[in-house]
C-alpha cells in the first residue's frame, strides 16, 4: 500500500515539479542578492541541496529522493518506479557520482553575513 501511494505522489509531483519549470522558463528572474536581509545557514543548505538535485536528470533525482530523503530500499523504489533493481543500483551510484564531482568542483563561498 506504501509503495502504490509513493507512486502516486511521485507522479503528481513530478508533474508539479515539470509545470513549475515551464513557468519559471517563461518568466524573468528578479535576482537581487542585495535585497533584504541575508538568509539563515539552513536556508542556504537547502537551497545548495536543491541546486544539487536540480543537476540530476529526472530519473536518477527520483532514485536519489527515494532512497536518502524517503528511505526506501532499492526493491521498493523499482516496484515505485517499474525498473529493475540493479537500474536502481545503477542510478543511484550516478546520482551520487554527479553529487560528489558538484561538490568537489564548486569554490568555495564565504558566509554572506559580515563577521565582528
Known sequence: MRTWLFAIAFRVAQGFHRDRQRQSQRE?????????PAPDTSV???I???QLLQRLDDDKRAVFILAHLEGMTAAEIATVLGLKVPTVYSRLRL??????????DAPSHSPRRAQR
Open 28 to 36: 524573468q528572474p528578479l535576482d537581487d542578492p542585495d535585497a533584504g
Open 44 to 46: 542556504d543548505n537547502s
Open 48 to 50: 545548495a541541496l536543491h
Open 95 to 104: 546520482a551520487r557520482e554527479a553529487i560528489e564531482r558538484a561538490l568537489t
